[in-house]
């Protein structure tokens, strides 16, 4: 796709995931922080839309672990850039 100097296309992506493997999913998305065990429930926005973007695409969603996020469990919101 040639869009032209300048043009970035634009890219948005929804992942919904159940009982995932929490180490993995930690390990492949870099999230800011430490899964040694358990599952990963939830849903991931990942857009990038400019130069920027497209090195590092921005991350956005809901994730539950069960099981692992140091002994505790419940819900991790972030929204905004992870990163």
Not at 19 to 43: F, K, N, W
Not at 58 to 68: F, M, N
């Amino acid at each position: 796709m040639n869009l032209g100097p300048g043009l970035w296309p634009d890219l948005s992506v929804s992942i919904r995931g159940e009982a995932l493997h929490g180490p993995l999913i930690e390990r492949l998305l870099e999230l800011p922080m430490d899964i040694h065990d358990g599952r990963v429930d939830g849903e991931l926005r990942i857009r990038a839309y400019d130069a920027a973007s497209w090195q590092f695409p921005e991350l956005h969603g809901r994730i539950k672990c069960t099981g692992g996020w140091g002994g505790r469990r419940g819900w991790l919101q972030r929204e905004g850039t992870m990163g």
